[in-house]
Protein backbone atom coordinates (compact mmCIF):
# COMPACT_ATOMS: atom_id res chain seq x y z
CA UNK A 1 0.00 0.00 0.00
CA UNK A 2 1.32 3.36 -1.57
CA UNK A 3 1.50 6.48 1.04
CA UNK A 4 -1.49 8.33 -0.57
CA UNK A 5 -3.65 5.22 0.03
CA UNK A 6 -2.57 5.19 3.89
CA UNK A 7 -3.38 9.01 3.64
CA UNK A 8 -6.91 7.81 2.19
CA UNK A 9 -7.23 5.58 4.70
CA UNK A 10 -6.34 7.51 8.30
CA UNK A 11 -8.72 10.59 6.62
CA UNK A 12 -11.46 7.97 6.51
CA UNK A 13 -11.05 6.90 9.82
CA UNK A 14 -10.82 10.05 11.63
CA UNK A 15 -13.83 10.77 9.77
CA UNK A 16 -15.76 7.89 10.85
CA UNK A 17 -15.28 8.29 14.55
CA UNK A 18 -17.06 11.85 13.88
CA UNK A 19 -20.23 10.04 12.30
CA UNK A 20 -21.31 8.31 15.10
CA UNK A 21 -25.05 9.26 16.38
CA UNK A 22 -26.21 10.53 19.49
CA UNK A 23 -24.93 13.63 21.39
CA UNK A 24 -22.54 14.45 24.01
CA UNK A 25 -22.38 18.13 25.81
CA UNK A 26 -21.83 19.52 29.00
CA UNK A 27 -24.18 21.97 30.16
CA UNK A 28 -25.06 24.27 33.16
CA UNK A 29 -28.13 23.41 34.97
CA UNK A 30 -29.42 26.73 37.59
CA UNK A 31 -30.90 26.57 40.51
CA UNK A 32 -34.10 25.62 40.75
CA UNK A 33 -33.99 24.74 36.92
CA UNK A 34 -34.77 21.52 34.64
CA UNK A 35 -33.20 21.29 31.13
CA UNK A 36 -34.51 18.64 28.46
CA UNK A 37 -33.01 17.18 25.45
CA UNK A 38 -34.24 15.15 22.90
CA UNK A 39 -33.40 12.67 20.32
CA UNK A 40 -35.00 11.20 17.49
CA UNK A 41 -34.60 7.13 17.81
CA UNK A 42 -35.85 4.01 15.43
CA UNK A 43 -37.28 0.96 16.98
CA UNK A 44 -35.02 -1.67 18.26
CA UNK A 45 -31.70 0.66 17.53
CA UNK A 46 -30.06 0.14 20.64
CA UNK A 47 -29.34 3.26 22.84
CA UNK A 48 -27.53 4.51 26.15
CA UNK A 49 -28.11 7.73 28.30
CA UNK A 50 -24.57 8.47 30.45
CA UNK A 51 -24.11 11.23 32.56
CA UNK A 52 -22.20 12.76 35.39
CA UNK A 53 -22.17 15.64 37.53
CA UNK A 54 -18.90 17.53 37.61
CA UNK A 55 -19.30 20.28 39.99
CA UNK A 56 -22.32 22.16 42.28
CA UNK A 57 -24.23 21.21 45.33
CA UNK A 58 -24.02 17.79 46.67
CA UNK A 59 -22.99 16.97 42.81
CA UNK A 60 -26.41 15.16 42.24
CA UNK A 61 -29.49 15.82 39.73
CA UNK A 62 -33.08 14.48 39.04
CA UNK A 63 -32.97 12.52 35.51
CA UNK A 64 -35.69 11.01 33.65
CA UNK A 65 -36.07 9.49 30.15
CA UNK A 66 -39.46 9.53 28.55
CA UNK A 67 -40.67 7.76 25.40
CA UNK A 68 -42.43 9.23 22.54
CA UNK A 69 -45.90 8.16 24.31
CA UNK A 70 -45.41 10.03 27.43
CA UNK A 71 -43.68 6.66 29.11
CA UNK A 72 -41.24 7.16 31.49
CA UNK A 73 -38.86 4.40 31.03
CA UNK A 74 -36.35 5.60 33.32
CA UNK A 75 -36.08 7.63 36.60
CA UNK A 76 -33.37 8.71 38.97
CA UNK A 77 -33.76 11.06 42.30
CA UNK A 78 -30.65 12.83 42.96
CA UNK A 79 -27.82 11.27 41.46
CA UNK A 80 -24.29 11.82 40.87
CA UNK A 81 -23.84 9.80 37.95
CA UNK A 82 -25.60 6.56 36.03
CA UNK A 83 -25.32 5.04 32.89
CA UNK A 84 -28.94 3.25 31.41
CA UNK A 85 -29.01 1.20 27.81
CA UNK A 86 -32.32 0.62 26.16
CA UNK A 87 -33.62 -1.06 23.09
CA UNK A 88 -36.39 1.50 21.97
CA UNK A 89 -40.18 -0.11 21.33
CA UNK A 90 -41.64 2.51 19.02
CA UNK A 91 -39.78 5.21 16.64
CA UNK A 92 -40.07 8.56 17.59
CA UNK A 93 -38.23 11.45 19.70
CA UNK A 94 -37.18 10.72 23.19
CA UNK A 95 -36.75 13.23 25.64
CA UNK A 96 -33.90 13.44 28.10
CA UNK A 97 -34.37 15.37 31.38
CA UNK A 98 -32.76 16.97 34.08
CA UNK A 99 -33.69 19.36 36.68
CA UNK A 100 -32.42 20.46 39.84
CA UNK A 101 -35.44 22.10 41.12
CA UNK A 102 -34.83 20.77 44.44
CA UNK A 103 -31.96 23.09 44.86
CA UNK A 104 -32.12 26.43 45.90
CA UNK A 105 -28.80 28.20 45.40
CA UNK A 106 -26.24 26.24 43.90
CA UNK A 107 -25.72 25.81 40.10
CA UNK A 108 -25.02 22.67 38.59
CA UNK A 109 -21.97 21.73 35.58
CA UNK A 110 -23.72 18.34 33.78
CA UNK A 111 -21.90 16.09 31.40
CA UNK A 112 -24.25 13.63 28.89
CA UNK A 113 -23.64 11.65 26.51
CA UNK A 114 -26.76 10.38 24.61
CA UNK A 115 -25.32 7.53 22.33
CA UNK A 116 -27.68 6.58 19.71
CA UNK A 117 -26.51 2.74 17.49
CA UNK A 118 -23.36 1.26 17.42
CA UNK A 119 -20.35 2.71 16.54
CA UNK A 120 -20.13 3.33 12.51
CA UNK A 121 -17.16 1.18 11.09
CA UNK A 122 -14.91 2.12 8.71
CA UNK A 123 -15.91 3.07 5.73
CA UNK A 124 -15.44 0.02 3.14
CA UNK A 125 -15.09 -2.37 5.59
CA UNK A 126 -18.74 -2.53 6.82
CA UNK A 127 -20.23 -4.01 3.68
CA UNK A 128 -16.65 -6.58 3.23
CA UNK A 129 -18.04 -9.69 1.85
CA UNK A 130 -14.56 -11.69 1.67
CA UNK A 131 -11.71 -11.96 4.47
CA UNK A 132 -10.73 -8.73 5.68
CA UNK A 133 -6.19 -8.65 4.77
CA UNK A 134 -3.84 -7.67 8.01
CA UNK A 135 -4.11 -3.72 6.71
CA UNK A 136 -7.78 -3.70 7.15
CA UNK A 137 -8.12 -5.70 9.99
CA UNK A 138 -5.51 -3.57 11.65
CA UNK A 139 -7.27 -0.21 10.74
CA UNK A 140 -10.14 -1.69 12.41
CA UNK A 141 -8.32 -2.65 15.24
CA UNK A 142 -6.81 0.37 15.75
CA UNK A 143 -10.34 2.19 15.06
CA UNK A 144 -11.11 0.53 17.97
CA UNK A 145 -8.92 1.73 20.18
CA UNK A 146 -9.06 5.37 19.29
CA UNK A 147 -12.96 5.24 19.99
CA UNK A 148 -11.74 3.49 24.06
CA UNK A 149 -9.26 6.03 24.07
CA UNK A 150 -11.61 8.77 23.78
CA UNK A 151 -14.44 7.49 25.91
CA UNK A 152 -11.15 6.88 28.54
CA UNK A 153 -10.23 10.36 27.84
CA UNK A 154 -13.47 12.02 28.03
CA UNK A 155 -14.19 9.88 31.89
CA UNK A 156 -10.37 11.54 33.11
CA UNK A 157 -12.00 14.77 32.39
CA UNK A 158 -14.83 14.71 33.42
CA UNK A 159 -12.59 13.37 37.19
CA UNK A 160 -10.09 15.97 36.73
CA UNK A 161 -12.68 18.61 36.58
CA UNK A 162 -14.33 17.65 39.57
CA UNK A 163 -11.57 16.88 41.66
CA UNK A 164 -10.16 20.60 40.78
CA UNK A 165 -13.52 21.70 41.89
CA UNK A 166 -13.43 19.82 45.24
CA UNK A 167 -9.51 20.49 45.85
CA UNK A 168 -10.63 24.64 45.05
CA UNK A 169 -13.60 24.20 47.67
CA UNK A 170 -11.23 22.81 50.23
CA UNK A 171 -8.98 25.15 49.80
CA UNK A 172 -11.21 28.17 49.94
CA UNK A 173 -12.98 26.84 53.43
CA UNK A 174 -9.35 26.14 54.80
CA UNK A 175 -8.15 29.85 53.70
CA UNK A 176 -11.77 31.59 55.98
CA UNK A 177 -10.72 28.99 58.81
CA UNK A 178 -7.62 30.07 58.68
CA UNK A 179 -8.85 34.05 58.31
CA UNK A 180 -11.00 33.53 61.22
CA UNK A 181 -8.51 31.84 63.21
CA UNK A 182 -6.15 34.41 63.20
CA UNK A 183 -8.72 37.01 63.80
CA UNK A 184 -9.96 34.85 66.86
CA UNK A 185 -5.89 35.34 67.73
CA UNK A 186 -5.43 39.01 67.52
CA UNK A 187 -8.45 39.24 69.83
CA UNK A 188 -7.51 37.45 72.17
CA UNK A 189 -3.71 38.63 72.11
CA UNK A 190 -5.61 42.41 72.51
CA UNK A 191 -7.90 41.38 75.52
CA UNK A 192 -5.06 40.21 76.96
CA UNK A 193 -2.86 43.00 76.72
CA UNK A 194 -5.15 46.01 77.98
CA UNK A 195 -6.41 42.91 80.87
CA UNK A 196 -2.96 43.24 82.29
CA UNK A 197 -2.22 46.34 81.36
CA UNK A 198 -5.29 47.62 83.90
CA UNK A 199 -3.55 45.52 86.19
CA UNK A 200 -0.80 47.34 86.18
CA UNK A 201 -1.88 50.67 86.04
CA UNK A 202 -1.49 53.45 88.81
CA UNK A 203 -5.00 54.58 90.79
CA UNK A 204 -5.21 58.05 92.45
CA UNK A 205 -5.67 58.52 96.33
CA UNK A 206 -9.33 58.98 95.64
CA UNK A 207 -10.12 55.39 94.16
CA UNK A 208 -7.99 53.76 97.18
CA UNK A 209 -10.80 54.35 99.77
Known sequence: MDCWSAWLLLVS?????????GVELTFELADNAKECFYQEIEKNVSS????QVVTGGQYDVDVSLEAPNKEIIYSQVKTQFDSHSFIPTMSGVYKACFSNEFSTYSHKLVYMDFQVGDELPLPGLGEHVT???????SAQ??????????DYQTHHRLREAQGRKRAEELN????????????????????????LKNFFTDRSPSQSY
Open 13 to 21: LLGALLLTG
Open 172 to 195: ERVLWWSVMETVCILCIAVGQVFI
Open 141 to 150: EVHKNLISIL
Open 48 to 51: TLEF
Open 131 to 137: VMTQMES
